[in-house]
């Protein structure tokens, strides 16, 4: 099933390298992450309206996962890998052998 939905067997991505394919720096990405958290828990505690107990600590949680997941996203996540193809080895060799090769020049 995993060959299928990303065409390589798991094998492969174990050796793949993670990286982040936007030009921002990931300091910025924590930093944003942090900024958009402690807002959130600022929303969440002034308009708790009828929630109680726990309630506003999960709606916060789970803002707060969406919030790093959606700028996660726009960061490019992707994983490079390194995967030899075998291939032929095929060298192609032209020979003329026309009536204009075996005329002697003077």
């Given at each position: 099933?995993?060959?299928?939905?990303?065409?390589?067997?798991?094998?492969?991505?174990?050796?793949?390298?993670?990286?982040?394919?936007?030009?921002?720096?990931?300091?910025?990405?924590?930093?944003?992450?942090?900024?958009?958290?402690?807002?959130?828990?600022?929303?969440?505690?002034?308009?708790?309206?009828?929630?109680?107990g726990v309630r506003p600590v999960m709606v916060w949680l789970l803002e707060t996962a969406l919030v790093a997941l959606v700028l996660f996203l726009l960061w490019h996540p992707a994983i490079t890998i390194a995967t030899l193809r075998p291939q032929q080895n095929v060298v192609a060799v032209l020979v003329d052998d026309s009536r204009s090769m075996a005329v002697l020049e003077n």
């Open positions: 099933m995993f060959e299928f939905l990303f065409k390589y067997p798991a094998t492969v991505f174990s050796r793949g390298q993670f990286v982040l394919l936007a030009p921002w720096p990931v300091w910025l990405l924590v930093v944003a992450v942090l900024a958009a958290a402690g807002a959130l828990a600022w929303h969440v505690s002034r308009h708790r309206g009828l929630l109680s």
